[in-house]
């Protein structure tokens, strides 16, 4: 049973930071990319960042760039999504995905394959 079980979320204020992790269980996923994902209230799902399968190689959303980093530790199984200078247009869940074609990742969402529940991040101004 694959599990991804994200955590970090909650409220902060415009100009905070806060710092996303995506736990994974079930699989070894050193071999595999990673992303992270967001949805705001009536839109749809949206890529934030993305990381490949060695932690060599990472993009992001034109939204994200500069002010997110995201990494990763295959010894704890994890992807991690630095968020700094939040603003109120960030507010929205955020999951993290994994993706078993393609070491590089995808910024869409139909390339993953499994899923968290999201963690909800509120920035309030």
């Known amino acids: 049973q694959v599990q991804l079980v994200e955590s970090g979320g909650g409220l902060v204020q415009v100009g905070g930071s806060l710092r996303l992790s995506c736990a994974a269980s079930?699989?070894?996923?050193?071999?595999?990319?990673m992303g992270w994902f967001r949805q705001a209230p009536g839109k749809e799902r949206e890529f934030v960042a993305a990381i490949s399968w060695n932690g060599g190689w990472t993009y992001y959303a034109d939204s994200a760039k500069v002010r997110f980093t995201i990494s990763r530790d295959d010894a704890e199984n994890t992807v991690s999504l630095q968020m700094n200078s939040l603003k109120p247009e960030d507010t929205a869940v955020y999951y993290c995905?994994?993706?078993?074609?393609?070491?590089?990742?995808?910024?869409?969402?139909?390339?993953?394959?499994?899923w968290g529940r999201g963690t909800q991040v509120t920035v309030s101004s």
């Open positions: 995905a994994v993706t078993r074609t393609g070491g590089y990742g995808s910024i869409s969402s139909s390339e993953y394959d499994y």
């Open positions: 079930g699989r070894t996923f050193s071999r595999y990319a």
